[in-house]
């Protein structure tokens, strides 16, 4: 254990959040996600994980060290419903409500269709499953920056 660092944060998920640059994006995903073949093809090549937990609970604990990248409109990302792109689940509401707390703001969750975000998980840094298993818990964050602090 660690202090000031949610539990949830493994050793392998710690070593990916912080080897990310500005700019590069991950992926949370439920477990009906095709996880580890997507995450062969990403930067990190191998497939993380934070089990046993929702998809809210893991997305809280990465917001917990990671910030959003503030420079482009789609740093936050939701798997579109099929057929139904304006649909917003009760997983994917409670994913906004844990970036809008962990960001201080509202920042809404862009929509992407579902095969457009396989597309986007493969080119992502990472993948990381949790234990989600309700359908559309899927998720793109891209990393931002800290400021220097000031003296």
Avoid at 115 to 127: I, T
Wanted: hydrophobic share 45%.
């Amino acid at each position: 254990m660690l202090k000031n660092i949610d539990p949830l944060l493994n050793a392998d998920v710690l070593h990916a959040l912080r080897a990310m640059g500005h700019g590069d994006r991950l992926v949370i995903c439920d477990t009906n996600f095709p996880a580890d073949s997507v995450a062969r093809q990403t930067s990190i090549g191998k497939l993380l994980r934070i089990d046993g937990v929702d998809s809210a609970a893991a997305v809280r604990a990465i917001l917990s060290v990671m910030p959003l990248d503030t420079f482009i409109d789609d740093a936050a990302m939701r798997m579109e419903v099929v057929g139904n792109p304006i649909e917003i689940p009760a997983v994917q509401k409670e994913v906004q409500a844990e970036i809008d707390r962990a960001e201080g703001k509202s920042w809404p969750l862009v929509p992407v269709e579902r095969m457009a975000f396989y597309e986007l998980a493969k080119k992502s840094y990472c993948v990381i499953t949790t234990g989600e298993r309700r359908f559309y818990g899927c998720f793109l964050l891209t990393k931002g920056v800290i400021p220097p602090e000031a003296k």
